[in-house]
């Protein structure tokens, strides 16, 4: 059973997204759902503790032996990213049923398990898979998924940006494709390992360079790296509530996980940073989107495009790192994708429950909600001083792991400017918080109560693991730093 | 019962923190709530002075909290400056809590149990400060100060309160954020390690030529700015604004423990970091120096024309960490002995003039000098606290600060800035005239003629300040053994 | 580059035309249904790379056969499973964008992207 428990962190959640299609009573398609998300969770603990223990794993779909058939790779890189994408899942989806209740009609219940069951399938089959096409199709599983449910929510604007984010999705997600049939063309094998070492003398080619420069664009589009990022604060703002905790926790993250791969397992830094000054090209996009992104993000009179724009920054922050090409800088790139992945998760929650009390999540009707809601408001506070990155909190641990690796390469100039950018986040984050605490309440607030505790909950988990992995870093940056030396180790 | 130091270090962190679950836990129920804190403070004090025993005898007692981060560790390791620091922000916390248990009460304010939790973490992060053993260790603290103190300045929660907090928040996280942790990442890219040594850490690689000059130069200054909290002008303007907070918040936090781990960690950093030989053979803190004194003399002018007894003592506040921080930019023994007496003693001082202002609040509702004409009859042992106090602050004997800026002076003739000599010598008449005004008016007959009746402000204010008070006068007799603890960071290290 | 090699790469040429008609159909056009007909244009250009790649020069199908030759080369058919593949997930892009259309006209009353905008703007 444990040998076979790579292929069952995919296939149980896999199998249990049409199950719960059958399962015509809502409540009982919510625990099904639940207990799968959990179960996975715990799927993905194991994994981990067993990579911990006796290195990576490698499995063998169906027995064919790689390269023939498809291998999934567990290794420290994969197991983290699984081990808080299924985290944030279950917590998600433990916090989702009374948001559900209030933002989306009743009988499309039980189509929004199934989907969000997808959803993570998709997004943990591409962590875990060694073949390159497999990775395309588990992205286009995760992006179809996540399609579907930004177009639940309550807007009518919903399916519009659903249907934005579909067209660039789908052209990001065919790049890729394109790239990976270049690749295949060359090398004649889909295994990435294997094809690295086909590849490693043939770096000259000029088909190894269009397929590197289609699968780069492609998946920028889906990290949303400025100026691919458009499809990104639409899709955000009008999903629902659930649904934005859940993708803007994980999709992206993911995604970087992909381009991450990419890059260092099988083109080799060489290749995409010394000879192709990729790096230059990553600090300066990533640098003008911290700026840009940051500064959309302090005029936005809407809570969560507010954090759609600042995700955008973020995503920035994590490809500095990777373009730093140091350990140093790939331990703080990946380890921000942890950190901000439960900062932005747990800050989305808030949000959802302002929405589910407030019945709006514009600023004007957010004004002296603290008075009625303490501990949401709380709870903003916390996450957003993670989101600005001040020490104890997780978001210090990557901001200052980026500041360090940027002063060892001698970017002077990238570090200071890194700098200048986070306390953009300190203007759109306490903007919020003045309007909480010091403001006339709305009539909206006046009469709101506090969120229920069966959200309270799961937000403050997410909101004390910030402030948990601000100060024990063994498994996140310790974790992010074993999986960058194997990956800077582990090329040539 | 005798315990190992380590654990004396432990126990002395954990105790304000263990006062803020109290606090929390108790909430509802005032008096145990405010009892715990004096309790537990006492204990708190008792345990630095043991510690302080320890380390003044020569002890240089550690602790590990192990790696936040891979080469980063939280550490504590106590030397004689901090630990000076560290009993005069427990032991005033105690005298601090007497104060504020009486100013918050008869004021019958809101969100008491916030402002006392609050306080506690502000007292921790102070502590935390005071025993780091590196760099890393001291931001974490100096930022935990910055964040627990934003809920005290706005405590109000009116629309003054908020921009007061704004200017706050956005001053200090911005010269923290954009200057001083960059001058850590850098200073750890050159030296490969942030913990404090006597002699500094930089000394290699500026020898090796791995560090300019003019970048050693950029670097303090980086620090020096970075340091928000030390107010140098330009980026004085926070403290002034913190003045919307209770009167206890300014008394104990921006006049000790908020202002004082800022010119601290400039004079750690000073010593600890780039070392006092390194910075006098460089030269690079000629312009820090005049930067101080400029910020001294202007302070002070400005300090004048401030009407709001608060506002003036703000900026006198301005004004005096300049000196510490002269001090450290002039960096001989004098000097920076100088400076270290001159924590103890401007916040002894300036914690009375503080307590005065709130109590003369508290009893009149009166915030304007120009109003408090006559008032010392009617508050006499306010007053007569306050003309004590101001005596200290401006340098003149039997007061505590005398001495500190006995051996400023004294630096800067070593030095041979007379310039700056000057400028100590003015700014002490400055001082001058504008604190002592207001004691000796308040003691004349009211313009109207009519004599108020007497009205002190309640016992639980009244006794702190002229404890306080009494303390100025202490000190000026007791500095000799100020200046024996403190002679160990003094030394030069070859 | 000669003639032979022009011909030679007939397919790549007319993945390349069908690949840019297809993104600027997507890109230029406001109707939501004829971006979603782009799109599948844009996709069924890159299926056509795929199957053009899996060909060998004198190749057949890739079927063991008793009559055949020790030496008979065979045409790679993993392109072709890929591709398949990738067909289903243009064939679920598709139905998906659909549906979104419908739910659009339903709330709209039009799939016009400039039309929607301005009533956004008005809302």
């Known amino acids: 059973m444990i040998e076979h428990l790579p292929v069952l962190t995919i296939a149980v959640p896999l199998i249990a997204a049409p199950l719960c299609v059958f399962l015509l009573n809502r409540t009982l398609v919510y625990l099904f759902a639940l207990a799968v998300c959990w179960a996975t969770f715990g799927m993905s603990i194991l994994l981990l503790d067993q990579v911990l223990e006796s290195g990576p794993i490698s499995y063998e779909l169906g027995s064919w032996p790689a390269p023939y058939g498809i291998e999934y790779v567990v290794d420290y890189f994969s197991a983290f990213v699984m081990l808080f994408v299924s985290g944030i899942g279950a917590v998600v989806l433990t916090y989702a049923p009374q948001s559900l209740n209030d933002e989306i009609n009743p009988s499309k219940h039980y189509m929004v398990y199934p989907m969000y069951l997808l959803c993570m399938t998709g997004l943990l089959g591409i962590c875990i898979t060694g073949d390159l096409f497999n990775v395309f199709v588990f992205l286009e599983i995760s992006s179809l998924s996540s399609y579907a449910l930004i177009s639940l929510g309550r807007s009518r604007r919903a399916p519009l940006a659903a249907f934005q984010y579909l067209v660039m999705g789908t052209i990001g997600a065919t790049f890729l494709l394109i790239g990976i049939g270049l690749l295949y063309q060359l090398t004649g ?11 490693a003398d043939d770096h000259d080619s000029r088909t190894t360079l269009v397929a590197f420069a289609f699968m780069t664009v492609g998946l920028s589009i889906k990290m949303a790296v400025f100026p691919l990022h458009t499809w990104l604060p639409n899709a955000y703002t009008f999903a629902p509530s659930v649904v934005t905790g859940f993708i803007a926790a994980t999709a992206t993250k993911v995604s970087v996980y992909a381009f991450i791969r990419i890059v260092f397992g099988i083109f080799t830094p060489q290749f995409a940073f010394d000879e192709h000054a990729l790096d230059t090209f990553l600090v300066v996009f990533s640098l003008i989107g911290i700026f840009v992104a940051s500064v959309a993000a302090i005029y936005q009179g809407n809570l969560k495009r507010m954090l759609a724009y600042s995700s955008i920054a973020q995503v920035g922050y994590m490809l500095l790192g990777v373009s730093m090409h140091n350990l140093d800088g790939l331990t703080g790139g990946i380890v921000h994708m942890f950190n901000h992945a439960i900062i932005k998760g747990g800050l989305f929650l808030v949000v959802g429950c302002f929405a589910l009390r407030l019945q709006s999540v514009r600023l004007e009707d957010l004004s002296g909600a603290a008075k009625t809601m303490p501990l949401t408001a709380l709870a903003w506070v916390l996450g957003g001083l ?31 400017l890194m700098l200048a950018s986070s306390l953009l986040a300190v203007v759109y984050v306490w903007r919020v918080v003045e309007i909480l605490y010091f403001s006339e309440p709305s ?19 997410l909101i004390l693991a910030i402030l948990v992995f601000g100060v024990w870093t063994t498994y996140s940056a310790g974790l992010a730093s074993e999986a960058a030396s194997s990956l800077l180790g582990g090329t040539p | ?33 405010d009892g715990l804190t004096l309790i537990l403070s006492s204990v708190l004090f008792y345990v630095v002075c043991c510690l302080a025993d320890g380390v003044f005898a020569g002890g240089r007692p550690e602790l590990s909290l192990g790696d936040m981060l ?32 009486g100013y918050m009460r008869s004021h019958r304010e809101h969100h008491q149990t916030r402002f006392f939790a609050c306080f506690a973490m502000a007292i921790f992060a102070a502590l935390a400060a005071a025993f780091s053993a590196n760099l890393f260790t001291l931001f974490v603290a100096y930022e935990l100060m910055t964040i627990s103190t934003y809920p005290l300045v706005t405590h109000h929660g009116t629309e003054k309160a908020k921009l007061g907090g704004r200017t706050y928040l956005g001053v200090l996280l911005f010269t923290s954020i954009a200057f001083f942790m960059m001058a850590i990442g850098w200073t750890w890219s050159v030296a490969h390690t942030l913990d404090f040594q006597l002699g500094g850490i930089l000394r290699e690689a500026c020898q090796s030529g791995e560090i300019q000059n003019w970048q050693l130069m950029l670097l303090l200054a980086l620090f020096a700015f970075g340091i928000g909290k030390a107010a140098l002008m330009p980026f004085h303007r926070w403290l002034p604004a913190a003045m919307v907070a209770p009167t206890p918040v300014s008394a104990l936090l921006h006049a000790v423990a908020v202002v004082k781990v800022g010119v601290f960690s400039v004079l750690k950093i000073a010593i600890y970091v780039f070392g006092i030989d390194l910075i006098r053979e460089t030269s690079i803190s000629d312009w820090l120096a005049y930067t101080a004194g400029f910020t001294i003399l202007l302070a002070s002018l400005v300090a004048m024309t401030k009407d709001n007894l608060k506002a003036r003592l703000a900026y006198s506040t301005v004004s005096q960490l300049a000196y510490i921080t002269l001090g450290a930019a002039l960096a001989t023994p004098a000097s920076v002995m100088g400076s270290g007496m001159h924590i103890v003693m401007h916040a002894v001082g300036k914690i009375t003039l503080f307590f005065c202002a709130g109590a003369i609040y508290v ?25 004590i106090a101001s005596i200290s602050i401006i340098g003149l004997p039997p007061g505590g600060g005398a001495w500190s800026k006995w051996f400023l002076a004294l630096g800067t003739v070593e030095t041979s800035h007379y310039f700056l000599l000057a400028v100590l010598m003015i700014s002490s008449l400055l001082n001058i005239a504008y604190l002592l005004p207001i004691p000796i008016r308040s003691f004349m007959k009211p313009k109207t003629g009519e004599t108020l009746p007497f009205k002190e402000a309640p016992m639980m204010c009244v006794l702190p300040l002229c404890l306080t008070a009494i303390g100025t006068l202490v000190l000026f007799f007791v500095a000799d053994a100020l200046y024996l603890a403190l002679l160990p960071i003094t030394e030069v290290v070859k | 580059m000669d003639i032979d090699m022009v011909l030679g790469l007939y397919n790549y040429w007319i993945v390349i035309v069908l690949m840019m008609t297809g993104f600027y159909i997507v890109i230029a056009r406001g109707n939501l249904i004829k971006t979603v007909i782009g799109l599948n244009v844009f996709q069924i250009s890159v ?4 199957i053009t790649m899996g060909r060998v020069d004198g190749g057949t199908a890739p079927i063991l056969h008793e009559t055949a030759s020790a030496d008979q080369a065979y045409s790679n058919p993993l392109p072709s499973v890929l591709i398949l593949t990738a067909i289903v997930v243009g064939v679920a892009t598709t139905a998906l964008a659909l549906a979104l259309i419908v739910r659009i006209r339903e709330d709209y009353g039009t799939i016009e992207e400039d039309e929607i905008l301005i009533l956004d703007r008005e809302s």
């Open chain 2, 1 to 33: 019962m005798t315990l190992t130091p380590s654990s004396l270090i432990v126990l002395s962190l954990v105790l304000p923190l263990v006062v803020f679950v109290l606090i929390g836990l108790f909430g509802k129920l005032a008096n145990l709530r």
């Open chain 1, 386 to 416: 993670g989101l600005i990155g001040v020490p104890l909190t997780a978001g210090f641990i990557s901001k200052w792991l980026l500041l360090t690796a940027a002063l060892e390469n001698g970017y002077y100039l990238v570090a200071a």
């Open chain 2, 363 to 387: 009893a009149t509702h009166k915030t304007d000098i120009s109003d408090m004409r006559g008032l010392g009859r009617a508050m006499p042992l306010t007053m007569g606290a306050f003309f």
């Open chain 2, 70 to 101: 891979p080469g980063f560790s939280i550490a504590f390791s106590i030397e004689p400056l901090g630990m000076v620091f560290a009993l005069v922000a427990s032991g005033l916390w105690i005298v601090t809590t007497v104060y504020a248990i």
């Open chain 3, 47 to 50: 299926f056509l790379l795929y």
């Open chain 1, 189 to 199: 094998t889909l295994n990435m390992a294997d094809m690295a070492m086909q590849l």
């Open chain 1, 443 to 461: 009539e909206a607030a006046k009469s709101a109560r506090e969120a229920p505790w069966s959200m309270l909950l799961p937000t403050y988990a």
